[in-house]
Protein backbone atom coordinates (compact mmCIF):
# COMPACT_ATOMS: atom_id res chain seq x y z
CA UNK A 1 0.00 0.00 0.00
CA UNK A 2 2.13 3.04 -0.60
CA UNK A 3 0.48 6.48 0.83
CA UNK A 4 -0.17 9.07 -2.09
CA UNK A 5 -1.00 12.50 -2.42
CA UNK A 6 -3.86 13.48 -4.87
CA UNK A 7 -3.32 17.12 -6.03
CA UNK A 8 -5.63 20.21 -6.75
CA UNK A 9 -9.26 17.63 -7.24
CA UNK A 10 -12.57 19.26 -6.82
CA UNK A 11 -13.30 17.07 -4.00
CA UNK A 12 -17.00 16.73 -3.92
CA UNK A 13 -18.31 14.62 -0.23
CA UNK A 14 -21.99 15.27 0.28
CA UNK A 15 -21.89 13.67 3.66
CA UNK A 16 -19.95 17.07 4.69
CA UNK A 17 -20.82 19.30 1.52
CA UNK A 18 -17.80 19.56 0.63
CA UNK A 19 -17.40 20.98 -3.22
CA UNK A 20 -14.11 22.49 -3.37
CA UNK A 21 -10.64 22.19 -5.00
CA UNK A 22 -8.73 20.89 -2.44
CA UNK A 23 -5.83 17.93 -1.63
CA UNK A 24 -6.28 14.66 -0.30
CA UNK A 25 -3.77 12.69 1.48
CA UNK A 26 -3.77 9.06 1.94
CA UNK A 27 -1.48 7.25 4.44
CA UNK A 28 -1.50 3.72 5.37
CA UNK A 29 -4.82 2.69 3.62
CA UNK A 30 -7.12 6.24 5.20
CA UNK A 31 -7.55 9.84 4.61
CA UNK A 32 -4.82 11.30 6.39
CA UNK A 33 -6.05 14.59 5.90
CA UNK A 34 -7.90 17.03 3.64
CA UNK A 35 -6.67 20.37 2.76
CA UNK A 36 -5.74 23.07 0.65
CA UNK A 37 -1.94 22.61 -0.77
CA UNK A 38 -0.97 19.94 1.72
CA UNK A 39 3.00 19.22 2.20
CA UNK A 40 4.23 15.69 0.51
CA UNK A 41 6.99 14.19 2.13
CA UNK A 42 8.27 11.02 0.42
CA UNK A 43 4.71 9.88 -1.01
CA UNK A 44 3.79 9.55 -4.58
CA UNK A 45 1.62 12.70 -5.64
CA UNK A 46 -1.02 12.60 -8.23
CA UNK A 47 -2.07 15.44 -10.15
CA UNK A 48 -6.24 15.64 -10.57
CA UNK A 49 -6.37 19.19 -11.11
CA UNK A 50 -9.85 19.43 -13.52
CA UNK A 51 -11.32 16.24 -12.02
CA UNK A 52 -13.77 14.75 -9.46
CA UNK A 53 -12.58 13.37 -5.77
CA UNK A 54 -15.57 11.15 -4.41
CA UNK A 55 -16.04 9.25 -1.70
CA UNK A 56 -15.49 5.58 -3.37
CA UNK A 57 -19.46 4.53 -4.70
CA UNK A 58 -22.00 1.86 -3.38
CA UNK A 59 -23.94 -0.40 -4.80
CA UNK A 60 -26.45 -1.72 -3.26
CA UNK A 61 -27.72 -3.91 -5.78
CA UNK A 62 -25.39 -6.23 -8.34
CA UNK A 63 -25.64 -9.74 -9.78
CA UNK A 64 -22.53 -11.05 -9.63
CA UNK A 65 -23.71 -14.89 -11.15
CA UNK A 66 -20.64 -16.74 -8.44
CA UNK A 67 -21.61 -19.17 -7.21
CA UNK A 68 -22.53 -21.62 -10.57
CA UNK A 69 -23.03 -18.86 -13.45
CA UNK A 70 -19.51 -18.02 -14.40
CA UNK A 71 -19.58 -18.02 -17.28
CA UNK A 72 -21.68 -14.88 -17.06
CA UNK A 73 -19.62 -12.86 -14.36
CA UNK A 74 -17.41 -14.21 -11.57
CA UNK A 75 -16.57 -12.64 -8.06
CA UNK A 76 -13.62 -11.76 -10.07
CA UNK A 77 -14.71 -10.00 -13.01
CA UNK A 78 -17.69 -8.50 -11.62
CA UNK A 79 -15.32 -6.83 -8.48
CA UNK A 80 -13.16 -5.06 -11.54
CA UNK A 81 -16.01 -4.24 -13.31
CA UNK A 82 -17.25 -2.33 -10.31
CA UNK A 83 -13.63 -0.98 -9.64
CA UNK A 84 -13.24 0.45 -13.01
CA UNK A 85 -16.95 1.94 -12.55
CA UNK A 86 -15.69 3.89 -9.91
CA UNK A 87 -17.45 1.24 -6.98
CA UNK A 88 -15.63 0.34 -4.13
CA UNK A 89 -18.64 -1.20 -2.42
CA UNK A 90 -20.90 -3.57 -4.10
CA UNK A 91 -23.71 -5.85 -2.75
CA UNK A 92 -24.34 -8.89 -4.71
CA UNK A 93 -28.02 -10.46 -5.18
CA UNK A 94 -28.20 -14.03 -4.19
CA UNK A 95 -30.04 -15.58 -8.00
CA UNK A 96 -27.21 -18.11 -8.23
CA UNK A 97 -26.68 -21.39 -8.45
CA UNK A 98 -27.04 -22.29 -5.40
CA UNK A 99 -28.78 -19.70 -4.12
CA UNK A 100 -26.81 -17.45 -1.27
CA UNK A 101 -29.47 -18.63 1.37
CA UNK A 102 -27.21 -20.76 3.61
CA UNK A 103 -23.87 -19.79 5.89
CA UNK A 104 -21.98 -21.85 3.38
CA UNK A 105 -23.08 -19.85 0.49
CA UNK A 106 -22.33 -16.43 2.25
CA UNK A 107 -18.84 -17.73 3.61
CA UNK A 108 -18.01 -18.94 -0.05
CA UNK A 109 -18.97 -15.70 -1.45
CA UNK A 110 -17.01 -13.58 1.17
CA UNK A 111 -13.99 -15.73 1.21
CA UNK A 112 -13.71 -15.38 -2.92
CA UNK A 113 -14.34 -12.33 -2.74
CA UNK A 114 -11.69 -11.12 -0.06
CA UNK A 115 -9.05 -13.42 -2.55
CA UNK A 116 -10.19 -11.80 -5.85
CA UNK A 117 -11.97 -8.76 -5.83
CA UNK A 118 -10.81 -5.45 -5.41
CA UNK A 119 -13.57 -3.71 -4.44
CA UNK A 120 -15.66 -4.72 -1.19
CA UNK A 121 -18.16 -7.42 -1.76
CA UNK A 122 -21.12 -7.67 0.63
CA UNK A 123 -23.62 -10.46 -0.20
CA UNK A 124 -27.46 -10.62 0.40
CA UNK A 125 -28.98 -13.38 1.37
CA UNK A 126 -33.04 -14.75 0.14
CA UNK A 127 -35.85 -14.35 1.99
CA UNK A 128 -36.74 -18.06 0.90
CA UNK A 129 -35.02 -20.95 0.47
CA UNK A 130 -33.72 -21.73 -2.92
CA UNK A 131 -35.50 -18.31 -3.67
CA UNK A 132 -38.16 -20.67 -4.32
CA UNK A 133 -41.28 -18.58 -2.42
CA UNK A 134 -42.31 -21.26 -0.01
CA UNK A 135 -40.49 -20.91 3.09
CA UNK A 136 -38.40 -18.38 4.79
CA UNK A 137 -34.79 -19.09 4.60
CA UNK A 138 -32.77 -18.88 8.08
CA UNK A 139 -32.30 -15.54 8.22
CA UNK A 140 -31.21 -15.03 11.45
CA UNK A 141 -28.22 -17.58 10.27
CA UNK A 142 -27.50 -15.37 7.26
CA UNK A 143 -27.27 -12.58 9.01
CA UNK A 144 -24.84 -14.03 11.40
CA UNK A 145 -23.21 -15.38 9.07
CA UNK A 146 -22.59 -11.40 7.31
CA UNK A 147 -25.54 -10.78 4.64
CA UNK A 148 -26.38 -7.04 4.56
CA UNK A 149 -29.65 -7.24 3.78
CA UNK A 150 -32.60 -9.70 2.24
CA UNK A 151 -34.07 -10.54 -1.00
CA UNK A 152 -35.62 -12.94 -3.50
CA UNK A 153 -34.61 -9.92 -6.20
CA UNK A 154 -35.63 -11.82 -10.11
CA UNK A 155 -38.77 -12.01 -8.48
CA UNK A 156 -40.69 -10.51 -5.46
CA UNK A 157 -41.33 -11.89 -2.55
CA UNK A 158 -43.55 -14.39 -3.01
CA UNK A 159 -46.78 -14.00 -0.63
CA UNK A 160 -47.88 -11.03 1.77
CA UNK A 161 -47.32 -13.63 4.86
CA UNK A 162 -43.84 -14.37 3.34
CA UNK A 163 -43.06 -10.76 3.30
CA UNK A 164 -44.57 -9.96 7.03
CA UNK A 165 -42.64 -12.51 8.41
CA UNK A 166 -39.25 -10.93 6.48
CA UNK A 167 -39.91 -7.87 8.04
CA UNK A 168 -40.41 -9.37 11.46
CA UNK A 169 -36.89 -11.12 10.95
CA UNK A 170 -35.46 -7.95 9.52
CA UNK A 171 -36.18 -6.01 13.32
CA UNK A 172 -34.44 -8.72 14.97
CA UNK A 173 -31.20 -8.54 12.40
CA UNK A 174 -31.21 -5.08 11.79
CA UNK A 175 -31.27 -6.06 8.13
CA UNK A 176 -33.66 -4.64 5.26
CA UNK A 177 -35.54 -6.50 3.10
CA UNK A 178 -35.18 -5.46 -0.60
CA UNK A 179 -38.06 -6.73 -2.47
CA UNK A 180 -38.31 -6.74 -6.43
CA UNK A 181 -41.80 -5.29 -7.02
CA UNK A 182 -43.68 -7.33 -9.66
CA UNK A 183 -47.02 -8.68 -9.72
CA UNK A 184 -46.10 -12.07 -11.28
CA UNK A 185 -49.77 -12.77 -12.36
CA UNK A 186 -49.93 -9.87 -14.10
CA UNK A 187 -46.64 -9.61 -16.12
CA UNK A 188 -46.34 -13.85 -16.86
CA UNK A 189 -42.85 -12.74 -17.86
CA UNK A 190 -44.13 -9.98 -20.18
CA UNK A 191 -40.76 -8.65 -21.87
CA UNK A 192 -41.82 -5.18 -22.86
CA UNK A 193 -43.67 -1.84 -20.71
CA UNK A 194 -47.23 -2.39 -21.52
CA UNK A 195 -48.14 0.53 -23.55
CA UNK A 196 -48.38 1.54 -27.02
CA UNK A 197 -44.54 0.51 -28.01
CA UNK A 198 -45.27 -2.97 -26.80
CA UNK A 199 -48.42 -3.12 -28.79
CA UNK A 200 -46.60 -1.93 -32.13
CA UNK A 201 -43.69 -4.37 -31.54
CA UNK A 202 -46.31 -7.24 -30.79
CA UNK A 203 -44.59 -7.98 -27.20
CA UNK A 204 -46.54 -8.86 -24.30
CA UNK A 205 -46.77 -6.09 -22.03
CA UNK A 206 -46.06 -5.77 -17.95
CA UNK A 207 -48.51 -2.56 -16.52
CA UNK A 208 -47.08 -0.49 -14.49
CA UNK A 209 -50.02 -1.98 -12.05
CA UNK A 210 -47.45 -5.18 -11.21
CA UNK A 211 -45.23 -3.05 -9.44
CA UNK A 212 -47.46 -0.48 -7.67
CA UNK A 213 -49.71 -3.62 -6.19
CA UNK A 214 -46.57 -5.38 -5.00
CA UNK A 215 -45.06 -1.49 -3.55
CA UNK A 216 -48.20 -1.53 -2.02
CA UNK A 217 -48.67 -4.68 -0.19
CA UNK A 218 -44.70 -3.97 0.97
CA UNK A 219 -45.58 0.00 2.42
CA UNK A 220 -48.55 -2.19 4.25
CA UNK A 221 -46.73 -4.41 5.99
CA UNK A 222 -43.72 -2.39 6.77
CA UNK A 223 -45.72 0.15 8.42
CA UNK A 224 -47.25 -2.98 10.24
CA UNK A 225 -44.08 -4.66 11.30
CA UNK A 226 -42.28 -1.45 11.53
CA UNK A 227 -39.67 -4.07 9.56
CA UNK A 228 -37.29 -2.09 7.08
CA UNK A 229 -38.63 -2.37 3.14
CA UNK A 230 -36.38 -1.12 0.34
CA UNK A 231 -37.84 -1.02 -3.06
CA UNK A 232 -35.34 -2.24 -5.63
CA UNK A 233 -35.58 -0.70 -9.04
CA UNK A 234 -38.74 2.00 -9.35
CA UNK A 235 -39.21 2.49 -12.59
CA UNK A 236 -43.23 3.89 -12.54
CA UNK A 237 -44.55 7.32 -11.48
CA UNK A 238 -47.44 5.29 -9.31
CA UNK A 239 -44.60 3.14 -7.44
CA UNK A 240 -42.59 6.84 -6.80
CA UNK A 241 -45.62 8.47 -5.84
CA UNK A 242 -46.85 5.77 -2.96
CA UNK A 243 -43.27 5.66 -1.71
CA UNK A 244 -43.06 9.68 -1.33
CA UNK A 245 -46.57 9.26 0.41
CA UNK A 246 -45.51 6.75 2.52
CA UNK A 247 -42.18 8.34 3.54
CA UNK A 248 -44.32 11.37 4.48
CA UNK A 249 -46.31 9.08 7.10
CA UNK A 250 -43.38 7.70 8.53
CA UNK A 251 -43.22 4.15 7.57
CA UNK A 252 -39.77 2.75 7.21
CA UNK A 253 -38.84 2.85 3.52
CA UNK A 254 -36.12 3.12 1.32
CA UNK A 255 -35.95 2.99 -2.30
CA UNK A 256 -33.38 2.74 -5.28
CA UNK A 257 -33.53 3.60 -8.93
CA UNK A 258 -31.24 2.42 -11.54
CA UNK A 259 -29.23 4.41 -14.19
CA UNK A 260 -31.26 2.61 -16.85
CA UNK A 261 -34.65 3.59 -15.77
CA UNK A 262 -33.31 7.00 -15.19
CA UNK A 263 -31.96 7.78 -18.60
CA UNK A 264 -33.77 5.15 -21.46
CA UNK A 265 -37.09 4.65 -22.32
CA UNK A 266 -39.28 2.13 -24.35
CA UNK A 267 -38.24 3.98 -27.34
CA UNK A 268 -34.97 2.16 -27.60
CA UNK A 269 -37.01 -0.83 -28.07
CA UNK A 270 -38.48 0.19 -31.16
CA UNK A 271 -34.98 2.00 -32.30
CA UNK A 272 -36.45 4.97 -33.33
CA UNK A 273 -37.72 8.31 -31.91
CA UNK A 274 -34.36 7.84 -29.53
CA UNK A 275 -32.75 10.57 -27.37
CA UNK A 276 -29.84 10.27 -25.65
CA UNK A 277 -30.32 10.62 -22.34
CA UNK A 278 -34.38 10.27 -22.68
CA UNK A 279 -34.98 13.60 -21.29
CA UNK A 280 -32.49 15.11 -23.29
CA UNK A 281 -32.10 16.87 -26.25
CA UNK A 282 -29.62 15.32 -28.66
CA UNK A 283 -31.15 12.88 -31.24
CA UNK A 284 -29.37 9.67 -32.25
CA UNK A 285 -29.73 7.13 -35.05
CA UNK A 286 -32.32 4.74 -35.58
CA UNK A 287 -30.88 1.19 -34.10
CA UNK A 288 -32.63 -1.66 -34.88
CA UNK A 289 -35.66 -2.65 -33.44
CA UNK A 290 -36.32 -6.00 -30.69
CA UNK A 291 -32.01 -5.11 -29.62
CA UNK A 292 -32.70 -7.65 -26.65
CA UNK A 293 -29.74 -5.90 -24.76
CA UNK A 294 -32.98 -3.36 -23.76
CA UNK A 295 -34.62 -6.12 -22.23
CA UNK A 296 -34.62 -5.52 -18.82
CA UNK A 297 -37.07 -6.00 -15.91
CA UNK A 298 -38.43 -4.47 -14.74
CA UNK A 299 -38.87 -3.24 -18.25
CA UNK A 300 -37.24 0.47 -19.95
CA UNK A 301 -40.61 2.55 -19.42
CA UNK A 302 -42.36 5.66 -20.77
CA UNK A 303 -41.60 9.46 -20.83
CA UNK A 304 -43.72 9.90 -17.81
CA UNK A 305 -42.25 7.16 -15.63
CA UNK A 306 -38.80 8.27 -16.59
CA UNK A 307 -39.72 11.68 -15.64
CA UNK A 308 -40.95 10.72 -12.53
CA UNK A 309 -38.43 8.53 -11.35
CA UNK A 310 -36.23 11.64 -11.75
CA UNK A 311 -38.02 14.11 -9.87
CA UNK A 312 -38.33 11.13 -6.97
CA UNK A 313 -34.61 11.13 -7.21
CA UNK A 314 -34.07 14.96 -7.22
CA UNK A 315 -36.19 15.38 -4.17
CA UNK A 316 -34.76 12.59 -2.27
CA UNK A 317 -37.58 10.21 -2.43
CA UNK A 318 -35.39 7.86 -4.04
CA UNK A 319 -32.57 7.12 -1.95
CA UNK A 320 -30.06 5.49 -3.88
CA UNK A 321 -28.78 4.88 -7.22
CA UNK A 322 -28.02 1.03 -7.97
CA UNK A 323 -27.35 -0.40 -10.63
CA UNK A 324 -28.73 -3.72 -10.93
CA UNK A 325 -25.74 -4.72 -13.05
CA UNK A 326 -26.57 -8.01 -14.52
CA UNK A 327 -24.39 -10.14 -16.72
CA UNK A 328 -25.83 -12.13 -19.44
CA UNK A 329 -23.56 -14.48 -21.89
CA UNK A 330 -24.08 -13.61 -25.29
CA UNK A 331 -25.65 -16.60 -26.34
CA UNK A 332 -28.63 -15.46 -23.51
CA UNK A 333 -29.02 -12.85 -25.47
CA UNK A 334 -28.74 -13.60 -29.22
CA UNK A 335 -32.46 -15.36 -29.88
CA UNK A 336 -35.64 -13.45 -30.09
CA UNK A 337 -36.79 -10.59 -27.53
CA UNK A 338 -39.55 -12.89 -25.99
CA UNK A 339 -36.82 -15.43 -25.09
CA UNK A 340 -33.50 -13.38 -24.39
CA UNK A 341 -32.35 -13.15 -20.59
CA UNK A 342 -33.51 -9.76 -18.75
CA UNK A 343 -30.77 -7.49 -17.83
CA UNK A 344 -28.28 -4.92 -18.31
CA UNK A 345 -24.16 -5.10 -17.66
CA UNK A 346 -24.17 -1.51 -15.61
CA UNK A 347 -20.96 -1.15 -13.85
CA UNK A 348 -18.78 0.14 -16.45
CA UNK A 349 -21.58 2.79 -17.69
CA UNK A 350 -23.28 3.97 -14.91
CA UNK A 351 -21.17 7.08 -14.32
CA UNK A 352 -20.76 8.00 -18.04
CA UNK A 353 -24.75 7.72 -18.09
CA UNK A 354 -25.41 9.51 -14.80
CA UNK A 355 -23.07 12.38 -16.17
CA UNK A 356 -25.48 12.91 -19.13
CA UNK A 357 -28.66 12.98 -17.02
CA UNK A 358 -26.34 15.60 -14.83
CA UNK A 359 -26.00 17.68 -18.68
CA UNK A 360 -29.87 17.88 -19.19
CA UNK A 361 -29.94 20.14 -15.48
CA UNK A 362 -32.45 17.80 -14.22
CA UNK A 363 -30.03 16.30 -11.44
CA UNK A 364 -27.17 17.93 -10.12
CA UNK A 365 -23.46 16.03 -9.41
CA UNK A 366 -23.80 16.73 -6.24
CA UNK A 367 -27.43 14.95 -5.66
CA UNK A 368 -26.01 11.96 -8.05
CA UNK A 369 -22.61 11.49 -5.83
CA UNK A 370 -25.03 11.50 -3.01
CA UNK A 371 -27.10 8.78 -3.82
CA UNK A 372 -24.10 6.72 -4.81
CA UNK A 373 -22.87 7.08 -1.81
CA UNK A 374 -24.76 8.77 1.42
CA UNK A 375 -27.85 6.89 0.26
CA UNK A 376 -26.71 3.60 -0.29
CA UNK A 377 -25.13 4.04 2.88
CA UNK A 378 -28.97 5.06 4.83
CA UNK A 379 -30.61 1.70 3.37
CA UNK A 380 -27.23 -0.47 4.89
CA UNK A 381 -27.04 1.49 8.31
CA UNK A 382 -23.78 0.96 10.21
CA UNK A 383 -22.08 -2.29 9.27
CA UNK A 384 -18.76 -2.01 11.57
CA UNK A 385 -16.38 -0.80 8.95
CA UNK A 386 -17.49 -3.69 6.27
CA UNK A 387 -18.74 -0.86 3.60
CA UNK A 388 -17.11 1.98 2.53
CA UNK A 389 -17.16 5.26 4.13
CA UNK A 390 -19.23 7.31 1.67
CA UNK A 391 -17.61 10.34 2.67
CA UNK A 392 -13.99 11.70 2.53
CA UNK A 393 -12.53 13.01 6.16
CA UNK A 394 -9.38 12.31 8.22
CA UNK A 395 -9.23 8.52 9.65
CA UNK A 396 -11.40 7.11 7.31
CA UNK A 397 -10.30 4.54 5.04
CA UNK A 398 -9.48 5.78 1.63
CA UNK A 399 -11.99 4.71 -0.28
CA UNK A 400 -12.51 7.29 -3.74
CA UNK A 401 -13.05 7.61 -6.84
CA UNK A 402 -11.45 10.36 -9.27
CA UNK A 403 -13.70 11.07 -12.37
CA UNK A 404 -13.07 13.31 -15.41
CA UNK A 405 -16.84 14.91 -15.88
CA UNK A 406 -15.38 16.05 -19.26
CA UNK A 407 -13.59 13.41 -21.01
CA UNK A 408 -16.25 12.14 -23.53
CA UNK A 409 -15.99 8.28 -24.84
CA UNK A 410 -18.07 6.18 -26.71
CA UNK A 411 -19.29 3.22 -25.17
CA UNK A 412 -17.86 -0.23 -26.71
CA UNK A 413 -18.85 -3.36 -24.13
CA UNK A 414 -15.91 -5.44 -25.98
CA UNK A 415 -13.70 -3.27 -23.43
CA UNK A 416 -15.70 -4.10 -20.40
CA UNK A 417 -13.65 -5.82 -17.96
CA UNK A 418 -17.36 -7.59 -17.19
CA UNK A 419 -17.57 -10.59 -18.45
CA UNK A 420 -21.46 -9.25 -19.41
CA UNK A 421 -21.49 -7.33 -22.74
CA UNK A 422 -25.12 -6.79 -22.87
CA UNK A 423 -25.44 -2.92 -22.81
CA UNK A 424 -28.04 -1.44 -24.87
CA UNK A 425 -25.46 1.71 -24.86
CA UNK A 426 -23.17 0.09 -27.17
CA UNK A 427 -21.81 3.25 -29.53
CA UNK A 428 -23.21 5.41 -27.38
CA UNK A 429 -21.16 8.71 -26.38
CA UNK A 430 -20.93 8.97 -22.69
CA UNK A 431 -19.47 12.51 -21.69
CA UNK A 432 -17.36 11.57 -18.74
CA UNK A 433 -15.38 8.54 -17.60
CA UNK A 434 -13.47 7.01 -14.48
CA UNK A 435 -9.95 7.26 -13.85
CA UNK A 436 -8.68 6.10 -10.43
CA UNK A 437 -10.81 4.14 -8.05
CA UNK A 438 -9.01 3.17 -4.28
CA UNK A 439 -9.96 0.70 -1.73
CA UNK A 440 -8.67 1.44 1.69
CA UNK A 441 -5.75 3.27 0.27
CA UNK A 442 -4.84 0.58 -2.37
CA UNK A 443 -5.41 0.85 -6.52
CA UNK A 444 -8.23 -1.03 -7.29
CA UNK A 445 -8.89 0.48 -10.93
CA UNK A 446 -6.53 3.13 -13.10
CA UNK A 447 -7.50 4.41 -16.46
O1 LIG B 1 -33.12 -7.46 -15.55
C1 LIG B 1 -32.98 -8.14 -14.56
N1 LIG B 1 -31.99 -9.04 -14.45
N2 LIG B 1 -33.87 -8.02 -13.56
C2 LIG B 1 -33.89 -8.88 -12.53
O2 LIG B 1 -34.74 -8.74 -11.70
C3 LIG B 1 -32.91 -9.97 -12.44
C4 LIG B 1 -31.71 -9.68 -13.22
C5 LIG B 1 -30.85 -10.89 -13.47
O3 LIG B 1 -30.57 -11.63 -12.52
O4 LIG B 1 -30.41 -11.06 -14.60
Known amino acids: MSDLLLRGGRVLDPSSGRDAVADVLVRDGLVASVGERLAADRVQIIDVAGLVVAPGFIDLHCHLRDPGLTYKESIASGGRAAAAGGFTTICCMPNTDPVIDSRGIVEYVLRTAAAESPVRVLPIGAVTKGQAGKELAELA ?4 AGVVAFSDDGRPVATSSLMRHALEYSRITGRPVIDHCEDVTLTGGAPANEGPVAARLGLRGWPAAAETIIIARDLELAALTGGRLHIAHVSTAGG ?13 VTAEVTPHHLTLTDAWLLGEGL ?6 TTSLDRRAPYDTRTKVNPPLRGDADVEAVIAGLADGTIDAIATDHAPHAVVDKLCEYDEAAFGISGFETALGALLALVETGAVSLERIVEALTVGPLRVLGDLDGRVSPGRIAEGCPADLVV ?6 WTVDPEHF ?17 VVLTMVAGKVAYRA
Open 275 to 280: RWPATG
Open 240 to 252: VELIRQAKRSGVP
Open 417 to 433: LSKGKNSPLDGVELPGR
Open 141 to 144: ELAE
Open 403 to 408: FDPAHP
